[in-house]
């Protein structure tokens, strides 16, 4: 299935893999200024699309996503495809390490991050899965601790801010491919319960 044409719309791809080998991938849309180049506003993501999965992130306590995952988790890749039907994809290798040494959970749970915007239905929802997380950062019940969910949505605010800050501005939005819409991101919600990612069939990550 083809991907929509969306001005100005970016869907960024992270890819990697967990303990054993198995490969994750992670997708979200960035949306660019409209007098930008897609060439400009990409090759000044890469730095702050780095720094949301490197475990040190953007400083403080706004922690990378590798940060909750083992030190077997590994990401390497960035692909950033434009929306428009015609400007080629970057392709960017990174080498990024999880923090913790701790046992990891199993390959196929995975944190979820709900991004809100300024409209209602699920159209206007999306969602980030972030790779499996050590068994360190659960609670007592199992689940991502309070302080866990504080941290990443934190992590994701301060992001975005880094975005809209570059030369070549971005910022988060969530693209809808049913509607060719997008509309930009107004919150974020970590999940206290981890969600199950699978592959997309026909659609890549």
């Given at each position: 299935m083809p991907l929509p044409v969306i001005g100005d719309v970016i869907r960024c791809s992270v890819y990697g893999t967990v303990e054993g080998g198995v490969g994750w991938s992670n997708t979200f849309h960035l949306v660019k200024d409209i007098g930008d180049t897609y060439a400009d506003a990409m090759a000044d993501n890469v730095t702050n699309i780095t720094k949301m999965y490197d475990p040190t992130g953007f400083g403080g306590t706004n922690f990378g996503f590798l940060h909750y995952s083992t030190d077997g988790t590994l990401a390497a890749q960035i692909v950033q495809t434009p929306l428009d039907g015609t400007t080629p994809s970057r392709t960017d290798s990174i080498a990024l390490n999880g923090s913790s040494s701790q046992n990891p959970q199993p390959a196929q749970n995975a944190m979820l991050v709900t991004l809100?915007?300024?409209?209602?239905?699920?159209?206007?929802?999306?969602?980030?899965?972030?790779?499996?997380?050590?068994?360190?950062?659960?609670?007592?019940?199992?689940?991502?601790?309070?302080?866990?969910?504080?941290?990443?949505?934190?992590?994701?605010?301060?992001?975005?801010?880094?975005?809209?800050?570059?030369?070549?501005?971005?910022?988060?939005?969530?693209?809808?491919?049913?509607?060719?819409?997008?509309?930009?991101?107004?919150?974020?919600?970590?999940?206290?319960v981890f969600g199950h990612q699978t592959k997309r069939r026909g659609r890549g990550a």
């Open positions: 809100l915007t300024a409209k209602r239905g699920r159209s206007f929802r999306g969602r980030l899965f972030v790779p499996a997380n050590s068994r360190e950062q659960l609670d007592g019940a199992g689940k991502l601790s309070a302080a866990n969910v504080a941290f990443v949505q934190s992590m994701m605010t301060a992001a975005n801010t880094a975005f809209q800050a570059q030369t070549h501005p971005t910022a988060f939005t969530v693209a809808s491919y049913k509607l060719v819409q997008a509309n930009d991101v107004t919150g974020y919600i970590c999940r206290t």
